[in-house]
């Protein structure tokens, strides 16, 4: 996501079922995720620019 001319991201693990679980414990970065996944996000983004979006945890640009 693009705020204000700057990258923002924010990742969510959760169960693919009902837990009750507030989605505010599910956050962790995109960086997390894809250690976890092995997926690869924002390969279109210069090196740099997805290093330090990868590490954030945008919680409160989100909601």
Do not use: C, H
């Amino acid at each position: 996501n693009k705020l204000n001319g700057e990258y923002t991201s924010i990742a969510f693990k959760m169960e693919n079922r009902a837990t009750g679980i507030d989605y505010i414990r599910s956050v962790l970065s995109v960086e997390e995720l894809e250690q976890e996944t092995g997926f690869t996000f924002f390969s279109g983004l210069p090196a740099e620019v997805a290093t330090e979006v990868k590490r954030q945890k945008s919680l409160g640009k989100w909601n």
